[in-house]
């Protein structure tokens, strides 16, 4: 059931300081605002996509444990084998989000005891190892740095400064319509509703420098412990006051494999401890690329004419990201290097596949939206969204 809800922010900025940036807010918000924390309340069933996320879906409305899941079994080894690109196929991008959506909460209505129901670890199993495969032969790996803090820093600032990838954030601000706008949030919507989860299964895994730089910027994205100030729940609102379903999930059978395949590729770099490394690259070339994107994200909107209620969202990640950034490439990453050298092939593979990923899912909208068509793969009337001045 779908359930929404709302809390009162107020404005007033907090008096810690740190690195030369004020926790929360930068400046410009109204003094008061209803802001719509993602909830975690069960959608579904979803639209299959395929064989595979048919018999899952079938499945998951029993108890868990109840039988054999053979079939379905099978039918994840075959579609697995047979799938051209893994990152677009649809069927196995939804039903690998379910399976993850098991552990998040949040998403299906189901039996809890699910989540560690062997037979569906198996199918768990059978699309990521498909899932990695294809990643690593996609990846083009950059040369490996020396596995201490400034250069792998070095290495990651030099890879990010050099992605080519397509400008989804220019065209945002130059030149997208403002349906192409509610779109972009939408797309959005499937990782950033629940921003920060996926790099946060990384917290255990890691000891000493890069475990604390991780907390320090997790601990900035949940809104230093004030739940309004979570970036999930600013993202929320600024969904609402753009005339959009903040629920999660709410829109999982409109957007495309590949942006499945965005949040799909954090989870399995998150919830398997072997690939904690990919995790950490991951994340650093995340923070090192939201900075100036996200300046040109909020211009778009207010080019035209939404206010502070839809543009904070992105108005706080220009600052916020500027520091990040740093404690993600020289304490994070590099940190890790230093204490595990053998995590470094992975480290500059999770921040390659970030970009790569992407760069994918921009220039699946920017293709899209060049050929007049919608990024979407139903219909969604916008005709709800609003000037929020």
């Not at 995790?279 to 080019?303: K, W």
């Given at each position: 059931?779908?359930?929404?809800?709302?809390?009162?922010?107020?404005?007033?900025?907090?008096?810690?300081e740190r690195k030369g940036y004020r926790r929360g807010w930068t400046g410009g918000i109204v003094e008061a605002m209803t802001i719509s924390t993602p909830v975690a309340g069960q959608r579904g069933p979803?639209?299959?996509?395929?064989?595979?996320?048919?018999?899952?879906?079938?499945?998951?409305?029993?108890?868990?444990?109840?039988?054999?899941?053979?079939?379905?079994?099978?039918?994840?080894?075959?579609?697995?084998?047979?799938?051209?690109?893994?990152?677009?196929?649809?069927?196995?991008?939804?039903?690998?989000?379910?399976?993850?959506?098991?552990?998040?909460?949040?998403?299906?209505?189901?039996?809890?005891?699910?989540?560690?129901?062997?037979?569906?670890?198996?199918?768990?199993?059978?699309?990521?190892?498909?899932?990695?495969?294809?990643?690593?032969?996609?990846?083009?790996?950059?040369?490996?740095?020396?596995?201490?803090?400034?250069?792998?820093?070095?290495?990651?600032?030099?890879?990010?400064?050099?992605?080519?990838?397509?400008?989804?954030?220019?065209?945002?601000?130059?030149?997208?319509?403002?349906?192409?706008?509610?779109?972009?949030?939408?797309?959005?919507?499937?990782?950033?509703?629940?921003?920060?989860?996926?790099?946060?299964?990384?917290?255990?895994?890691?000891?000493?420098?890069?475990?604390?730089?991780?907390?320090?910027?997790?601990?900035?994205?949940?809104?230093?412990?004030?739940?309004?100030?979570?970036?999930?729940?600013?993202?929320?609102?600024?969904?609402?006051?753009?005339?959009?379903?903040?629920?999660?999930?709410?829109?999982?059978?409109?957007?495309?494999?590949?942006?499945?395949?965005?949040?799909?590729?954090?989870?399995?770099?998150?919830?398997?401890?072997?690939?904690?490394?990919?995790?950490?690259?991951?994340?650093?070339?995340?923070?090192?690329?939201?900075?100036?994107?996200?300046?040109?994200?909020?211009?778009?909107?207010?080019?035209?004419?939404?206010?502070?209620?839809?543009?904070?969202?992105?108005?706080?990640?220009?600052?916020?990201?500027?520091?990040?950034?740093?404690?993600?490439?020289?304490?994070?990453?590099?940190?890790?290097?230093?204490?595990?050298?053998?995590?470094?092939?992975?480290?500059?593979?999770?921040?390659?596949?970030?970009?790569?990923?992407?760069?994918?899912?921009?220039?699946?909208?920017?293709?899209?939206?060049?050929?007049?068509?919608?990024?979407?793969?139903?219909?969604?009337?916008?005709?709800?969204?609003?000037?929020?001045?």
């Amino acid at each position: 059931m779908l359930r929404r809800g709302g809390a009162v922010v107020s404005a007033a900025r907090s008096p810690r300081e740190r690195k030369g940036y004020r926790r929360g807010w930068t400046g410009g918000i109204v003094e008061a605002m209803t802001i719509s924390t993602p909830v975690a309340g069960q959608r579904g069933p979803y639209r299959s996509r395929g064989r595979v996320s048919e018999l899952l879906m079938r499945e998951l409305q029993g108890p868990a444990g109840a039988g054999p899941l053979d079939e379905l079994i099978g039918a994840a080894e075959e579609a697995a084998s047979a799938s051209a690109d893994i990152c677009r196929d649809g069927d196995l991008q939804l039903s690998l989000f379910l399976i993850y959506g098991l552990s998040y909460g949040g998403v299906l209505d189901v039996d809890e005891d699910w989540e560690g129901e062997p037979a569906l670890l198996a199918v768990r199993r059978t699309i990521e190892h498909a899932f990695e495969t294809r990643l690593r032969r996609l990846v083009a790996m950059p040369g490996l740095p020396d596995a201490d803090a400034e250069s792998v820093a070095a290495a990651l600032f030099a890879l990010t400064a050099e992605d080519d990838g397509p400008s989804l954030s220019r065209f945002v601000a130059r030149s997208a319509s403002r349906e192409q706008l509610m779109e972009f949030l939408v797309q959005r919507s499937i990782y950033t509703l629940r921003e920060a989860d996926p790099h946060s299964w990384a917290i255990p895994r890691l000891t000493g420098r890069a475990k604390a730089a991780l907390v320090e910027i997790q601990s900035d994205e949940y809104g230093g412990g004030r739940p309004e100030r979570m970036h999930a729940a600013i993202f929320a609102g600024t969904m609402r006051a753009a005339g959009l379903d903040c629920a999660y999930g709410a829109y999982v059978d409109d957007v495309p494999a590949i942006t499945l395949a965005s949040l799909n590729m954090m989870s399995m770099f998150g919830i398997n401890r072997r690939l904690r490394g990919a995790i950490v690259g991951h994340l650093a070339a995340f923070e090192m690329t939201s900075s100036v994107p996200n300046r040109f994200y909020g211009n778009g909107f207010r080019r035209h004419g939404f206010g502070d209620e839809v543009t904070w969202y992105f108005d706080e990640h220009v600052a916020a990201d500027a520091v990040h950034e740093q404690i993600a490439a020289r304490d994070l990453a590099g940190g890790l290097a230093e204490s595990d050298p053998r995590l470094l092939p992975d480290i500059m593979f999770g921040a390659a596949a970030c970009l790569l990923v992407d760069g994918m899912v921009a220039d699946h909208m920017l293709k899209a939206w060049g050929r007049g068509e919608s990024s979407l793969i139903s219909s969604v009337t916008f005709a709800g969204a609003h000037d929020a001045r």
